[in-house]
């Protein structure tokens, strides 16, 4: 059944979110949840832009850029990836990127909220050797607004990275979203994402195992409802 109900993704389905014409809608939950991490120690993103400046000791975050100058392998593997024409979406507005930095044992927590017609995001967490990084992402898709993300997880031999994720998502949206996860030697990956959204999400995940000893636990949750698809 993957990538059924494609004509939720067609070009006339997407169409207006890119003119402003699709109609907007509040959510009392998604205001709720856009309050707590605005009151909390959240690194925000909205609509493809970083907004606070709040980073935890151990980790520093650079523009994709910068990045792609002193990281190009990684840069390189991350955007050869890109497929379809979301992931091409991505790849070609590849400045407006992040790139993470962790450079030993830190915890992060990131909202990746949008409001406006389109928005597109990169963001890479390189994660050193013998690292343990825990993640906490947050996806608020409001009414009217298309969500375009990809990131890229570069786990370093012997790594940690626990990921926790929340995924919610107003009437008249779409939010799609790919993720990349490259796991060295003896590296692990223990992830849990919960979906919530009233509207239609596709979220493709790869783990790439890339060494000996390389662990994944991953699981998802979903609430669905209606005719909505999350796939």
């Known amino acids: 059944?993957?990538?059924?109900?494609r004509d939720a993704w067609n070009v006339d389905s997407l169409f207006p979110f890119f003119t402003s014409a699709t109609k907007t809608s509040s959510d009392s939950f998604l205001d709720s949840l856009e309050s707590?991490?605005?009151?909390?120690?959240?690194?925000?993103f909205y609509d493809s832009q970083r907004v606070s400046a709040d980073v935890p000791s151990g980790i520093s975050i650079l523009g994709m850029p910068e990045a792609?100058?002193?990281?190009?392998d990684k840069a390189a593997e991350f955007f050869s990836l890109s497929s379809g024409k979301?992931?091409?979406?991505?790849?070609?507005?590849?400045?407006?990127?992040?790139?993470?930095?962790?450079?030993?044992?830190a915890s992060f927590q990131a909202a990746f909220i949008?409001?406006?017609?389109l928005g597109v995001l990169n963001v890479v967490f390189d994660i050193a050797p013998g690292a343990t990084f825990k993640l906490a992402r947050d996806f608020l898709t409001f009414g009217g607004a298309f969500q375009a993300m990809r990131f890229g997880f570069f786990l370093g031999r012997g790594s940690v990275l626990e990921l926790?994720?929340?995924?919610?998502s107003a009437e008249n949206s779409r939010r799609w979203v790919r993720d990349d996860f490259f796991?060295?030697?003896s590296a692990k990956v223990v992830d849990a994402f919960a979906e919530v959204g009233r509207d239609h999400t596709r979220i493709e995940r790869n783990f790439h195992m890339r060494g000996s000893g390389a662990e994944v636990d991953s699981r998802v949750f979903v609430r669905g409802g209606a005719s909505v698809v999350h796939d």
Request: glycine residues 12%; proline residues 4%; aromatic residues 14%.
């Open 183 to 185: 796991v060295a030697d």
């Open 86 to 105: 979301f992931g091409v979406l991505c790849s070609s507005r590849a400045s407006t990127g992040f790139y993470v930095k962790v450079e030993s044992d």
């Open 114 to 117: 949008g409001k406006l017609p």
């Open 36 to 44: 707590h991490v605005k009151g909390g120690l959240w690194s925000l």
């Open 68 to 72: 792609s100058r002193l990281f190009p």
């Open 1 to 5: 059944w993957r990538f059924s109900k």
């Open 164 to 168: 926790a994720g929340l995924s919610a």
